[in-house]
């Protein structure tokens, strides 16, 4: 019953393995059609700055605010919808050939 398995002998990843993955993944060639608008470039980048955006008063701010609670909620709530914006575009575009 046991004399079927084989042990592999395999090596961990390295630990700059995720460093190696995103130097692959940042060095990779853009897959854009040439017929595609601004819009299929720049809305990934939006999107992607928006989600960066967010965190940010979250560092600066040490002190007590008034409604900062509330305008962190709007702000954050109107940056990120920006972001799904810009990637809802992308998807009509790719429907409607923009």
């Not at 608008?37 to 560092?59: E, Y």
């Not at 954050?76 to 050939?97: A, D």
């Amino acid at each position: 019953m046991f004399g079927d398995i084989v042990l592999q002998c395999g090596q961990n990843p390295s630990i700059f393995q995720p460093y190696w993955d995103i130097w692959k993944l940042f060095h990779k060639t853009l897959l854009i059609q040439e017929s595609a608008s601004w819009v299929f470039f720049w809305a990934p980048v939006v999107a992607f700055t928006a989600m960066l955006i967010v965190p940010m008063p979250i560092l600066v701010t040490n002190f007590p605010l008034p409604l900062s609670d509330i305008g962190d909620i709007l702000g954050g709530g109107l940056i990120l919808t920006l972001g799904g914006f810009f990637m809802l575009i992308i998807i009509l575009g790719s429907v409607f050939y923009l």
